[in-house]
Nanobody, 126 residues
Framework: RVQLVESGGGSVQAGGSLRLSCAAS????????MAWSRHVPEKEREGIAA????????YYDDAVKGRFTISQNNAMNALYLQMNSLKPDDTAIYYC???????????????????WGQGTQVTVSS
């Protein structure tokens, strides 16, 4: 069965960097869309980045554009999120996700996600 396991979260000061990883098992990187979302308590989960596994086209929410980079490693069945210039507002639980099929020319909506990881906490202090 499909499992997604995130790692790399932690605590960092504002301006610092973290690299999140998502290891996929029971799933082969193919012509699907993978994404990173984040959730802050009492707010809706928001998609922040996505990548089309076939074309490697990337999509970013305005809140992270220019600071975060999503990437894939098909040989390792891994998804990454490089996060630079972190801000306190980036504090959240970060999830990786699979949306079967090509990316819809944008970050997929939560309703279209087929699998979620368990999440990893990122805390940015000022």
């Amino acid at each position: 069965r499909v499992q997604l396991v995130e790692s790399g979260g932690g605590s960092v000061q504002a301006g610092g960097s973290l690299r999140l990883s998502c290891a996929a098992s029971g799933y082969m990187f193919n012509r699907d869309c993978m994404a990173w979302s984040r959730h802050v308590p009492e707010k809706e989960r928001e998609g922040i980045a996505a990548i089309d596994l076939d074309s490697s086209t990337t999509y970013y929410d305005d809140a992270v554009k220019g600071r975060f980079t999503i990437s894939q490693n098909n040989a390792m069945n891994a998804l990454y999120l490089q996060m630079n210039s972190l801000k306190p507002d980036d504090t959240a639980i970060y999830y990786c996700a699979i949306d079967y099929g090509r990316c819809p020319d944008r970050i997929p909506s939560e309703l279209s996600i087929n699998f979620w990881g368990q999440g990893t906490q990122v805390t940015v202090s000022s």
